[in-house]
């Protein structure tokens, strides 16, 4: 066990036997981590060598890192945005454990810490939650916040009334990870045709057959726009803090709609994640001038979520996949990217019941979303991709402690 891990377990008495045991893999006691290379197989352009990859939008935990660490190496990537850090709510176990995670994988994880909403929004609330985030990143090493699709569909206040994604309550959170220097992935609202009728004539009837709960038609939410709308209203009013705008900036369905987003919000970036067979229905040519005019702030993600004996590739279906579809799931992003071909496959079919075409994206291009604006964002080595040493935002003696 390392001398870090054992303090913080110490710390906060998960070492002492009055708890329940810990997660700790009987592992070797230090890092011993392949270092992943890219991969050289499955090249879908003749001469194209994909780099080592960030995939900045994973759901990862310490019960899978046997799974997380093969998936690196299977598939070549370098490092993984875990955007499931946890509240630190309680005894702050979460925290400990994604931690570790970060530890035990040699930096290729890095995690993002989550909002506790209990007692939302009251005054005391937005301080509380702000010095949580603000003590998660300076001594749990997190490197961003991560907003879940709950605020503004689900997280209520005192009064009972549902929190909107803009109200100015929550500020206290945006400027914390303004002054930290964190960027913000937030999920806004969901796919658009959740807001209709789930019945059979719905083109994601598959999916929500499978998740009825993923419905929010006549569930008393706002509006697919508007809540996208009060999205783009926060991303204005915080122009010092970055956002990263999930899942195709919220909106796959209406790409003019990001694309006067970006252009109008230098502080948001976007990742592509889950939503390769939404936006891939728009003509190739459309979106492929998308990323050629905002290659600088697109992210590759995929959603993956990876625990011990469980996997999610973008959205599940019915049956949780295998670690064997893995490889495929990946390769299906690929394809979409960086080849030429027409009606295939997109990666989550789960997500609609048809195909996309391929966008053949140029190679500077393809360098930048798979790594370069990662390494940028995330300031990662750009040789191992793994995270530098933060820098501090604030001079010591200004952070406050809770
Ligand atoms: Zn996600």
Redesign the pocket.
């Known amino acids: 066990m390392s001398r870090l891990l054992l303090a913080l377990l110490v710390a906060f008495g998960l070492a002492t036997g009055c708890t329940r045991p810990t997660a700790e893999p009987s592992a070797p006691t230090e890092p011993a981590v392949a270092t992943p290379q890219p991969r050289k197989t499955a090249t879908v352009r003749p001469g194209y060598q994909r780099p080592l990859l960030v995939d900045v ?1 994973g ?1 990862v935990s310490i019960y899978g890192v046997w799974r997380i660490e093969r998936i690196l190496a299977d598939v070549g990537i370098g490092a993984i945005i875990n ?1 499931s850090g946890g509240s630190g709510r309680g005894d702050g176990r979460a925290w400990i454990l994604s931690r570790v995670l970060a530890e035990r994988l040699d930096g290729r994880v890095l995690n993002f810490v989550n909002v506790d909403w209990q007692g939302c929004c009251d005054p005391a609330w937005g301080a509380r939650e702000a010095a949580r985030i603000r003590r998660a990143v300076e001594e749990f090493d997190f490197r961003g916040l991560k907003i879940s699709k709950a605020l503004g569909l689900g997280v209520r206040d005192s009064e009972g009334t549902l929190v909107a994604v803009d109200d100015p309550r929550i500020d206290p959170l945006w400027r914390a990870a303004g002054e930290l220097g964190i960027p913000v992935a937030i ?1 806004i609202a969901d796919p658009k045709a959740f807001w209709l009728p789930p019945t059979a004539d719905n083109e994601r009837y598959a999916e929500l057959s499978v998740h009825p709960s993923w419905s929010w038609y006549d569930r008393g939410v706002p509006a697919w726009g508007a809540m996208l709308d009060a999205g783009e209203r926060l991303f204005a009013r915080h122009p010092k803090t970055t956002f990263i705008a ?1 899942h195709f900036g919220n909106a796959a369905e209406e790409p003019a709609r990001v694309e006067k987003m970006l252009q109008r919000l230098p502080n948001v970036w976007i990742d592509i ?2 939503r390769v067979g939404e936006f891939g229905r728009h003509p190739p040519a459309t979106i492929r001038a998308f990323f050629e005019r905002f290659s600088d702030r697109i992210l590759f993600g995929t ?1 993956i979520g990876i625990g011990d004996d469980y996997l999610m590739l973008g959205s599940n279906g019915a049956e949780i996949p295998e670690m064997k579809d893995v490889v495929p799931f990946y390769d299906a992003h690929f394809r979409y990217l960086e080849g030429d071909q027409r009606q295939i496959d997109h990666p989550s079919p789960i997500q609609g019941n048809w195909k996309v075409d391929a966008i053949a994206l140029p190679d500077a291009i393809l360098d930048k979303v798979y790594r370069g604006n990662a390494v940028r964002l995330f300031d990662l080595d750009p040789e191992t991709l793994k995270p530098r040493p933060r820098r501090p935002a604030s001079p010591p003696g200004a952070t406050p402690t809770p």
């Open positions: 939008h759901h955007l999920h999930v994640s889950a959603d």
